[in-house]
């Protein structure tokens, strides 16, 4: 059903990227879209009103949006992120958030942590954050920060204490710094909050042991951090690598270059690097769902989620990310000055797996990540074990 209900949004997802794309910001059409079809509330909790659907239901209806528009894609997480993380939080802060129905709006902006101080009832937060996704569409804000004692944080078992806010969208200034190189309508501007009063009820550790509140007791809750991480980023990429693949594949069944007689469909450098650039993201889409369904067998028969397993989750949000990257430069290369023009599909795919495989979750850098875990060594990146 809700698979049937993505692809009818199709057509005004596709009106709309265009807007998009100049107003930095999904459409309102394509956001009321979302929300009426049920797709901002996948991971919400079934007794909060949502769907709590399993990640790979999820991925593929993600998968499916984002083909019609990598922003739209992207913009399912403004529901559905942050609701999966709701289950650490307490009663009382769930039940603020989502008093008034199942489809609220919550962007994140993760790092750097912003400072915390200890007030009372709460904790009052100051800082400046960046890539705070549809922002302009949010009605909560996830932020992270490190609890400070004067000026030092806060230590806990030898590291600073981070803690996860949420704090009001009213709460917080937005500055129009999103000008970029790909993903230009996912509205990822910069945040700033000036002592905002943060109650305890809207924080929770981000640690990997937790007790799901009483709306969090199914499976969905009990998935892997890293695993609902790769969840919701990995099908747009994928998306996005389909499209790279379809709009070449369409420009060289017309484009003759110059210097030559043949089409470039008849030229052999070119078949192999089409052939090649088809296994690649097959490859890397089959690694990704053979991972998380795993994970989410795993799950359904409440095994532990080993540290060595989720540097697997991780590896293959990564794979999928990176390799995305590459197969799009491959392609946009052999088409010559035909994908350099803005209008054009393949440039427009090309910028979004270059900036999409910079993001944190996903870049280069958790290779290395993988590796250490792999090699018995202490993760750097710590998250790794949530």
């Not at 057509?11 to 956001?31: F, S, W, Y």
């Not at 739209?72 to 997480?77: E, F, I, T």
């Not at 009605?139 to 806990?156: A, K, N």
Request: net charge negative; glycine share 10%; hydrophobic share 40%.
């Amino acid at each position: 059903m809700l698979l049937e209900s993505a692809r009818d949004l199709g057509p005004v997802i596709r009106e709309h990227a265009d807007q998009a794309e100049r107003d930095r910001r999904p459409a309102g059409a394509v956001m009321d879209g979302l929300r009426e079809a049920g797709l901002q509330r996948m991971f919400v909790a079934r007794s909060l009103g949502g769907h709590e659907v399993d990640p790979v239901t999820y991925a593929r209806v993600a998968e499916v949006i984002a083909g019609f528009d990598s922003v739209a894609g992207w913009a399912l997480q403004l529901g559905n992120h942050v609701a999966w993380w709701s289950a650490r939080l307490p009663k009382a802060g769930v039940e603020a958030i989502y008093g008034n129905g199942p489809n609220v709006m919550i962007a994140g902006a993760f790092h750097p942590p912003l400072k915390a101080i200890e007030a009372e009832d709460g904790y009052r937060l100051t800082g400046r954050a960046p890539l705070a996704s549809n922002i302009h569409d949010a009605d909560w804000l996830l932020l992270s920060g490190i609890v400070m004692d004067g000026d030092q944080p806060r230590m806990s078992d030898g590291v600073p204490e981070l803690l996860q806010f949420i704090v009001s969208a009213s709460e917080v200034d937005i500055l129009d710094t999103w000008h970029s190189l790909g993903m230009r309508g996912t509205d990822s501007n910069d945040v700033t909050v000036d002592g905002v009063i943060v109650p305890t009820s809207r924080t929770f550790p981000l640690a990997p042991g937790f007790q799901p509140g009483p709306h969090f007791d199914g499976p969905l809750y009990r998935f892997p951090g890293m695993g609902a991480v790769a969840t919701i980023f990995t099908p747009v990429l994928l998306a996005i690598g389909r499209g790279v693949i379809e709009a070449f594949r369409d420009l060289a069944l017309e484009k003759t270059p110059l210097g030559y007689t043949r089409k470039i469909r008849e030229r052999t450098y070119v078949q192999a690097q089409l052939g090649q650039a088809e296994a690649m993201l097959r490859s890397a889409r089959a690694l990704f769902y053979e991972t998380i369904s795993e994970a989410w067998e795993r799950t359904l028969k409440d095994e532990p989620s080993t540290l060595e397993r989720n540097a697997g989750l991780m590896m293959a949000g990564t794979h999928a990310g990176q390799t995305v990257a590459k197969v799009a430069e491959m392609l946009h290369g052999l088409a010559g000055t035909s994908g350099i023009y803005t209008g054009s599909r393949l440039e427009r795919h090309f910028r979004d797996a270059h900036t999409l495989r910079h993001h944190g979750f996903v870049s280069a850098n958790r290779f290395e990540t993988v590796g250490q875990v792999r090699l018995g060594l202490e993760p750097e990146f710590a998250l790794v074990r949530i």
